[in-house]
Each structure stands twice: as structure tokens, then as C-alpha cells.
């Protein structure tokens, strides 16, 4: 008789969307004018971000979406992974606050670990940038001192060291700064606050250019609308995946704020 062989589970990457609000014309805007954005073209838009994260490796797990909460496309600053530990956020913009009880509901039945932040306390996932062991934290207009106390007494058990960089140039620390996988901050230099708290830093030439999402050790995701940048990038010799992502940076959104990586 044949004997079963144990079947090799390939270790798949998970990652946390939501579809956008038909209203995401209406939702937050901090420092750019409201112009129209066309829904239709966002859903599209989403689309394909959500087939390039499928294309390089990551399932994709639906938040049900919330029409009513025109922001709600924006995941990212509803959860901050740490490991296996989800820390539910407590959003500083009083009409994304009811975003989190989806999110914590998808968060429960992936069997993850749940921890929060609480008022008066809040905090913004987009102002969460982790590289390796570190947490810089963006202490802005949308995240507290209370909030950034909480996160501390969160990871600080965990490993991490957290550290606050005051931000007043963007809306998160992270329409500022994110990182490559080898753990270089990248930004774009007019927008970035206290350049000087970053260990190694990379300016970009474009605003948009400062977003990239890390889809693996080589390969990152960023937006179409800085071109010079995802060249700048692949002359450092990593693998550039760029999505259109016009709609949701009239929303002061971003390539990083429409996932959250789960594993
Ligand atoms: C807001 O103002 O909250 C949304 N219109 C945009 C949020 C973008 N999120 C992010 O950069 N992490």
C-alpha cells in the first residue's frame, strides 16, 4: 500500500484589505484641497493593487466593506501587526473611529492575538513605521502622547524599542518616511520630520515616491505617479511593482495604507 507523505504547506504571506466606500470623496483631508474622485476608477484602482498583492505571493483577506465609513479603504491605520500580536488602533479622526469593530472582528477570527489602544488614548496605524526591531512612531495630529504611551507598554515586553518622531509636515509619519527591505528609510526630504532620528536615510525624488510596501526581502509595491523613484529603486537592485493608485492619493492615501501584512 502506498504510504501518505506528509504534503508541504508553503508558507503563505496574508495580508488585510477592505473594498472603498462608494463616499470616499467624502472622507478626511488634512493638507491637500478636496477635488472630485471618480469611484468607479478607485474600485478599479483597488483591484489591481489587491491582484498585485495576489500576484506576489500574499492572500488577501476582505474586511467587509462599510459604505458608510468613507475612509474605511484606508486598513492600514485601523490594526499594527507585531508578530502574531494584532494591536487594534484607536483612530485620532473622530469619523474613522467606528472603522475598528469590523477589523476586530476579522482580526478575532484569524485566531490572532488582540490587544488595543484606548482613549483618551489614539493612534493611527500610518503612523507606525517597524524596521527590524524598531518602532518609530509619529506623534502627530491624529496620534497622542497617550496613545504612543500605550503602544510603548504594548511592544516594549515584546522586543521592540519605540521611538516617537515628532511629525507637523505630513498627515502620518508614514506619508513621510517608510522603508526598503534592507532597512533604509526612504523620503522625500521637504516632507520628512526630524530626518536626523532615522539611522540611515535615502531621499527620493518624488512625494509619492516615499510609499512602498515590502512584498518580500527583494521585491517592493509603490505608486505609479513616481516613476523617477521606482527607477532610483530598481538601480539599488530591488524588483518594482507599481500600481495607480490616483484616487486614493487624492485622499491623502498611499500604497502602504490600503494593507495591513498580517504574516
Ligand atoms: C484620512 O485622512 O484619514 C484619510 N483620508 C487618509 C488616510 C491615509 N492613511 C494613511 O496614510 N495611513
Request: net charge negative.
Amino acid at each position: 500500500a502506498a504510504i501518505a507523505r506528509p504534503v508541504h504547506q508553503p508558507t503563505t504571506l496574508t495580508a488585510l484589505v477592505r473594498a472603498p466606500s462608494s463616499r470616499m470623496a467624502d472622507g478626511e483631508l488634512t493638507h491637500l484641497d478636496r477635488v472630485p474622485v471618480d469611484a468607479e476608477l478607485a474600485d478599479a484602482q483597488w483591484e489591481g493593487y489587491v491582484a498585485a498583492l495576489q500576484a506576489n505571493g500574499f492572500e488577501t483577506i476582505e474586511v467587509p466593506a462599510a459604505d458608510e465609513l468613507a475612509d474605511s479603504v484606508f486598513i492600514e491605520d485601523t490594526v499594527v501587526m507585531f508578530g502574531e500580536v494584532a494591536v487594534l488602533t484607536s483612530p485620532g479622526a473622530e469619523s474613522r473611529q467606528p472603522e475598528i469593530d469590523a477589523v476586530r472582528a476579522s482580526i478575532t477570527d484569524m485566531g490572532l492575538e488582540l490587544r488595543e489602544i484606548t482613549q483618551p488614548g489614539t493612534l493611527d496605524g500610518g503612523d507606525v513605521l517597524k524596521v527590524g526591531s524598531t518602532v518609530y512612531v509619529g506623534r502627530g495630529g491624529r496620534t497622542n502622547a497617550e496613545g504612543i504611551r500605550q503602544l510603548r507598554a504594548i511592544v516594549t515586553p515584546l522586543g521592540y524599542t519605540l521611538i516617537a518622531v515628532p511629525v507637523e509636515k505630513v498627515l502620518h509619519l508614514k506619508s513621510g518616511v517608510t522603508a526598503l527591505p534592507d532597512g533604509t528609510i526612504i523620503g522625500y526630504p521637504d516632507l520628512v520630520d526630524n530626518v536626523d532620528l532615522y539611522d540611515r536615510f535615502l531621499a527620493v525624488p518624488e512625494a509619492e515616491g516615499a510609499a512602498v510596501v515590502v512584498l518580500s526581502d527583494d521585491a517592493v509595491l509603490m505608486s505609479s505617479s513616481a516613476p523617477k523613484t521606482a527607477a532610483l529603486i530598481e538601480n539599488l537592485g530591488y524588483r518594482v511593482v507599481t500600481v495607480d493608485v490616483s484616487e486614493f492619493e487624492k485622499m491623502e492615501g498611499c500604497v502602504t495604507c490600503l494593507s495591513v501584512r498580517i504574516r
